[in-house]
Antibody
Framework: QLQLQESGPGLVKPSETLSLTCTVS??????????WGWIRQPPGKGLEWIGS???????YYNPSLKSRVTMSVDTPKNQFSLKLSSVTAADTAFYYCARHRDYGGNLGDFDYWGQGTLVTVSS | EIVMTQSPATLSVSPGERATLSCRASQTVSSNLAWYQQKPGQAPRLLIYGASTRATGIPARFSGSGSGTEFTLTISSLQSEDFAVYYC???????????FGQGTKLQIK
């Protein structure tokens, strides 16, 4: 059974960089059929796709966040990561990592999710 | 950007009854639509993909329909565990941009 687990600081100061890691177990991050994504959800609000990364380093980012987002993969550790720079209080949210299915070049749904981690931006 | 609009925002239904949730896309997404269920304190769970295909392990009482811009999630006979928030998500964009609806809260009547 595939499992994903987010890790990282729960509190980040304004203007600093948010850094999260997702560890994948029960399957390989190097599968050709999947990207690996990050989705966030401000408390009590809806879902926002942040970006997705392929194990070979191909990345797709939400245009509204693109200037601040960097995603990468560490295949030996079976992990992928998110960095979001210059954070403000508006970046306070639950951050989820998820497996993003690739339908032959067109990414689709998210079929496995981590439990999520709350990141608060505050001084 | 394709905007997804769900209705109603809140739906009150009695256990055992049918629930019908709607999702509308601002432009056609073909059948590139998924539905998710989210319970309090939990991550979303994939229910439906390709507008009408149930994900692994999802009970048959959940069904999806529609194509183009209009989609429906139907829960045929509500169980207590079905009361949750439901989100639709489109994946028809190029360049890639994956957007979710704002959610429908399904609550007990």
């Amino acid at each position: 059974q595939l499992q994903l687990q987010e890790s990282g600081p729960g509190l980040v100061k304004p203007s600093e960089t948010l850094s999260l890691t997702c560890t994948v177990s029960g399957g390989s991050i190097s599968s050709s059929s999947y990207f690996w994504g990050w989705i966030r959800q401000p408390p009590g609000k809806g879902l926002e796709w942040i970006g997705s990364v392929y194990y070979r380093g191909i990345t797709y980012y939400n245009p509204s966040l693109k200037s601040r987002v960097t995603m990468s993969v560490d295949t030996p550790k079976n992990q992928f990561s998110l960095k979001l720079s210059s954070v403000t209080a508006a970046d306070t949210a639950f951050y989820y990592c998820a497996r993003h299915r690739d339908y032959g070049g067109n990414l689709g749904d998210f079929d496995y999710w981590g439990q999520g981690t709350l990141v608060t931006v505050s001084s | 950007e394709i905007v997804m609009t769900q209705s109603p925002a809140t739906l009150s239904v009695s256990p055992g009854e049918r629930a019908t949730l709607s999702c509308r896309a601002s432009q056609t997404v073909s059948s590139n639509l998924a539905w998710y269920q989210q319970k309090p304190g939990q991550a979303p769970r994939l229910l439906i993909y390709g507008a009408s295909t149930r994900a692994t392990g999802i009970p048959a009482r959940f069904s999806g329909s529609g194509s183009g811009t209009e989609f429906t999630l139907t829960i045929s006979s509500l169980q207590s565990e079905d009361f949750a928030v439901y989100y639709c998500q489109q994946y028809n964009n190029w360049p890639p941009m994956y957007t979710f609806g704002q959610g429908t809260k399904l609550q007990i009547k």
